[in-house]
């Protein structure tokens, strides 16, 4: 069964900082791309940080330089360290794993955690 749970959301002081992971249950999960998505209310989805089974990393715009990534891929796992977070990256925070093999695409979500930045 493919799962993908994700911890470490939770309140925290604008100008601060919090570290979410994700621990993914894949079959050769290290042939995925994992990221980390924020999505807002009423917003779409949108990246914040990615790591390809390569160990090449892609940052959305407004976090670099702020946020990091890494991967563990004997243990499945994604870390974002994000620092100096602002009210405005108030979100559910979902982890993401996905392949593209063989002309099939897979692609799994976990549940999401709640960050919430106060003013």
């Known amino acids: 069964q493919v799962q993908l749970v994700e911890s470490g959301g939770g309140l925290v002081e604008s100008g601060g900082s919090l570290t979410l992971s994700c621990e993914a249950s894949?079959?050769?999960?290290?042939?995925?791309?994992m990221g980390w998505y924020r999505q807002a209310a009423g917003q779409q989805r949108e990246l914040v940080a990615a790591?390809?089974?390569?160990?090449?990393?892609n940052y959305g715009d407004s976090v670099k330089g702020r946020f990091t990534v890494s991967r563990d891929y004997a243990k499945n796992t994604l870390t974002l360290q994000m620092n100096n977070l602002n009210h405005e990256e108030t979100d559910i925070y979902y982890c993401?794993?996905?392949?593209?093999?063989?002309?099939?695409?897979?692609?799994?979500w976990g549940q999401g955690t709640q960050v919430t930045v106060s003013s």
């Open positions: 993401d794993a996905h392949r593209v093999t063989d002309g099939r695409e897979y692609d799994y």
């Open positions: 790591v390809t089974s390569l160990a090449g990393t």
């Open positions: 894949i079959m050769m999960a290290s042939l995925y791309t």
